[in-house]
C-alpha cells in the first residue's frame, strides 16, 4: 500500500528534473548511430521560459579512458526550487550527462548518478535518487546514455557556489583486476561563471 501510494504521489506535481528540462540546454538528446545514407530528421526543441531562480550554462567537458567517454554538456543551479519529493523548496544543482562506450569490445561499469559532489561553498552531497536519472552501471559497447544527476543543498546559497567538484568511478570489465587501467577515478572540477 506505501508503495502504491509513493507510485500515485509522484505523478501528482512537478520534479525539479521537470524543471532542469524546460532548458534546452539540458535536454540536447545524441543523434541515433544510423547508416549515414538514410535521411536525418531533425527535431526541434522548444525554449520555454525561466524565471530568476534558475541559471544554466552550456559546458564542453569531456574525459575519456580506454574508449569511454564522459561528457557533461550543461549545468543548471536553481533557488528554491519546489519538488514532490520534498518538503519545501530547495536549492540545487543539476548537470546533464552523456556517457558513451566508444570501444568495439568490451563493457564498462560506470556510476555518474551516485557521484560526489563538493562545492566552494563547504558542502559535499550525494545525488538525490528520486529527481537524478538511473545512468550508472554497465554500459555495453556502442552504447550511449544521457541523463541528469542532481543535487538537492542542504545550506542553500546556490547562487554563492564559485566551483564544483563531481566526483565518481568507471570500471574496465576487461582489464585484468590486479592491473592498473581496472578503474578510473573521474574527478571534474567546474569553475561557475
Not at 550543461?74 to 528554491?80: F, I
Amino acid at each position: 500500500m506505501v508503495i502504491l501510494s509513493s507510485v500515485l504521489v509522484a505523478g501528482c506535481g512537478p520534479t525539479v528534473k521537470d524543471e532542469v528540462k524546460k532548458d534546452e540546454r539540458m535536454t540536447e538528446q545524441p543523434e541515433a548511430k544510423i547508416d549515414e545514407t538514410k535521411t536525418k530528421e531533425e527535431a526541434s526543441l522548444v525554449e520555454e521560459d525561466h524565471d530568476d531562480s534558475w541559471a544554466f550554462y552550456d559546458l564542453d567537458i569531456v574525459e575519456e579512458w580506454q574508449g569511454l567517454k564522459v561528457e557533461i554538456l550543461a549545468m543548471g543551479l536553481g533557488e528554491q526550487i519546489e519538488s514532490i519529493f520534498q518538503d519545501e523548496p530547495k536549492d540545487v544543482v543539476a548537470l546533464k550527462f552523456r556517457l558513451e562506450n566508444t570501444r568495439e569490445n568490451g563493457v564498462f561499469t560506470v556510476y555518474p548518478d551516485q557521484a560526489t559532489l563538493i562545492t566552494s561553498t563547504g558542502e559535499q552531497l550525494e545525488p538525490d535518487i528520486w529527481e537524478s536519472d538511473h545512468i550508472g552501471g554497465k554500459i555495453y559497447e556502442g552504447v550511449i546514455k544521457d541523463g541528469f544527476v542532481i543535487w538537492i543543498l542542504q545550506r542553500g546559497n546556490v547562487f554563492n557556489i564559485d566551483w564544483i567538484r563531481v566526483k565518481f568511478n568507471a570500471y574496465d570489465e576487461e582489464a585484468e583486476f590486479a592491473s592498473k587501467n581496472w578503474r578510473k577515478d573521474f574527478d571534474i572540477r567546474i569553475d561557475i561563471p
